[in-house]
């Protein structure tokens, strides 16, 4: 028996392998590897499909120095006017959109280190709006906040908090130095004690390593997250990461494939990026990957709700929520 099937057996008893386990994969046979994940993934998670979108809900002037990330008031990147949180009105539209396509989950995403407790409020209103007019579940991704900003959000309506690790701890102060790894976690931590779900993953491509993305995963595990968005780095002119060189198809089936090795029972989230694959996603999908973030993505274009519909149709997929 290969290693790749003994490892495959393992993630289905136990629930994941180690990290050793996941390094010896990173060199495996490639298709081998690949089907053995999506095999894992339709034992552990059978054929649904989890689907959101996010609205910029807040863009630009962010505080923080993120190297990939075109918001940063650091970086002439053409987001550094942007606007400030967006109406009711304007959030409520965007909603009823995506519910009426079909879409289970609508994130509002907002610039910045974090909202202050007065624009807390004013989303709240507008969350409690959304959950009285739609059925569509509501996640938010508010930045570093604290536990009692959470259980307003959760009182009005939210059900999950999204925050990337983005890399590993060892790698994430070279990407940002504005604020610290274990102020992510903190905040992942905070938002779990106010009883609402996590949703944390990161970004493949920034110059780290296989062992940091392995890493970042395990941290994720750690945490009990089973939302796990991969973007692929989208170099943006003006970002000090603007000459990097995208990923792979190769690369990312890999990468997505060993994550769900690692969280068999997770939802992999392809995120932003996935629209410099030449195949838009398709293998990653058919070798591990069983959720997305559709549409557009903050700052750049994304893969439109429809042709991800027809896709997963194709597939064999069925839209439904994934824990």
Not at 30 to 58: H, M, P, S, V, Y
Request: aromatic residues 6%.
């Amino acid at each position: 028996m290969s290693v790749v099937q003994e490892l495959k057996d393992k993630a289905l008893e136990w629930g994941g392998i180690s990290r050793e386990e996941a390094l010896l994969l990173v060199k495996s046979p490639l298709w081998e590897l690949a089907e053995a994940a999506d095999e894992i993934r339709r034992k552990k998670c059978g054929q649904r499909f989890d689907i959101c979108t996010i609205i910029n809900g807040k863009c630009g002037r962010c505080s923080e120095d993120c190297k990939y990330c075109a918001q940063s008031a650091h970086y002439q990147a053409g987001c550094g006017e942007g606007y400030g949180l967006l109406p009711t009105q304007k959030l409520l539209e965007g909603a009823r959109y995506n519910e009426e396509r079909g879409v289970l989950r609508y994130s509002i995403v907002t610039s910045g280190r974090k909202l202050s407790d007065r624009e807390v409020e004013q989303v709240c209103e507008s969350i409690r709006v959304i959950r009285e007019k739609t059925n569509i579940q509501i996640c938010v991704s508010f930045g570093l906040l604290e536990e009692k900003q959470f259980e307003k959000i959760k009182e009005a309506g939210a059900s999950r908090v999204h925050c990337n690790l983005e890399s590993s701890a060892g790698f994430f102060r070279q990407i940002c130095t504005t604020h610290t790894y274990e102020d992510k976690i903190k905040t992942l931590q905070a938002a779990q004690r106010a009883g609402l779900s996590i949703c944390s993953g990161g970004i493949l491509g920034l110059g780290e390593s296989m062992e940091d993305r392995i890493d970042m995963v395990l941290t994720a595990r750690k945490l009990e997250v089973k939302s796990i968005p991969v973007n692929l780095l989208n170099p943006i002119p003006g970002t000090p990461l603007e000459s990097r060189k995208p990923l792979t198809n190769e690369e990312a089936i890999r990468c997505v494939a060993v994550f769900r090795f690692l969280i068999p029972d997770a939802a992999i989230r392809l995120a932003g990026g996935r629209g410099l694959l030449g195949d838009k996603g398709k293998g990653c999908f058919q070798s591990g990957a069983n959720a997305a973030i559709s549409g557009d993505m903050l700052t750049t274009a994304g893969i439109t709700v429809e042709t991800d519909m027809d896709l997963m149709e194709e597939l064999g997929f069925k839209v439904g929520l994934l824990q």
